[in-house]
């Protein structure tokens, strides 16, 4: 380790140094946003050297890295020494905050805001108020609520989260299900990616299904079928939806069968006439529109004709279900 810069060491001047990657202890928890050099850092290493330095805490006996994983790392491909900036003996939650401010200017992803309040909250006396504006989020914000619901699961949901398999909004309907159901829920987003209306529905219809039949989710999910959905090769679109229609169908059973009498009575009615068949309310009412596109007198004579042929049919019940379930 090699002095650069004489200044004494403090954390108000902070002194430059030269260290051998050897040298630095890099495994720090409060680097929790690190990952591998990006290949325009590498090129950019490699080509015109190390502009910016590290930040290091050498107050004990190895520096430890502060912040700057991926430019240590790429630094180490190329066999070269590593530029840092000393900042002094710094504590579990100066590191933190320091490394949030070093990437001060980037726009914190939902997972990014997980990792970093996972962290902190770990720690004992911290000054969150502190935490929170280094991460620029408001304490009375919807986001940070819903980042504190998420907190409460199992580490392990922060890969799903970090990885978009699952939205942030899920965080309260999450939080309500017990660790084993939870645990069942996992295999919904450890190979697909969910949209956050599709993702809250079919885990609020799971839940709601547990508490009414008095089943565990895992339980739910073999009624599915998730297993078989999953094997079955479908893309993953495709999967989604099949899941969401058998979750859909045993939240809502009767609704279910009035929608799927509906849309076969429709269809039959209708096939081979201009009109089309419709329910406006979702069952709420037996209101039933039909409609038609016409473009001459001769279209309206022969869509009434056809309206007549419908009206004067006998297997119309389906279209009128309310009252009859």
């Known amino acids: 380790m090699n002095m650069v810069d004489n200044q004494l060491q403090s954390p108000a001047r902070p002194t430059m140094l030269r260290c051998a990657v050897s040298d630095i202890e890099v495994g720090g928890p409060w680097l929790f946003w690190s990952a591998p050099p990006s290949p325009s850092l590498r090129r950019s290493l490699k080509n ?74 770990a720690l004992s006396d911290v000054d969150m108020e502190q935490v929170l504006e280094a991460l620029d989020l408001e304490a009375r ?24 398999a699952v939205p942030l909004a899920c965080a309260d309907v999450l939080e309500a299900f017990a660790p084993g159901d939870l645990a069942a829920l996992e295999a919904l987003f450890a190979a ?78 209708s096939t081979g006439t201009r009109w089309r068949v419709a329910q406006p309310d979702v069952f709420e009412s037996n209101a039933v529109e039909l409609s038609v596109r016409l473009t001459s007198p001769d279209g309206l004579r022969a869509a009434s004709a056809e309206l007549a042929c419908i009206a004067a049919r006998e297997d119309l019940d389906g279209l009128f279900p309310v009252g009859r379930k």
């Not at 790392?73 to 504590?91: K, P, Y």
């Not at 339980?219 to 495709?238: C, E, H, N, R, T």
């Open 48 to 121: 015109h050297g190390q502009l910016m330095p590290v930040l290091i805490d050498a107050g004990g006996a190895r520096p430890v890295l502060v912040a700057g994983a991926a430019r240590v790392a790429a630094l180490a491909e190329l066999g070269r020494e590593i530029l840092c900036l000393d900042l002094g003996a710094l504590s579990d939650e100066a590191r933190g905050l320091v490394y949030v401010r070093s990437n001060a200017g980037a726009e914190l992803t939902d997972g990014q805001l997980v990792l970093a309040l996972r962290y902190f909250s």
């Open 141 to 164: 914000s919807k986001r940070l609520r819903l980042v504190r619901s998420w907190l409460t699961l199992p580490a392990l949901w922060d890969a799903f989260l970090g990885a978009g």
């Open 192 to 269: 697909l990616s969910w949209s956050r209306g599709n993702a809250v529905n079919v885990l609020t219809w799971i839940r709601e299904i547990c508490a009414r039949d008095g089943v565990s989710a895992q339980a739910v999910l073999d009624g599915v079928g998730l297993q078989q959905i999953l094997a079955a090769g479908l893309s993953p679109k495709d999967a989604m939806t099949r899941i969401l229609h058998e979750t859909r169908l045993r939240r809502y059973p009767v609704l279910s069968d009035m929608e799927r009498d509906f849309a076969e009575t429709a269809r039959r009615i």
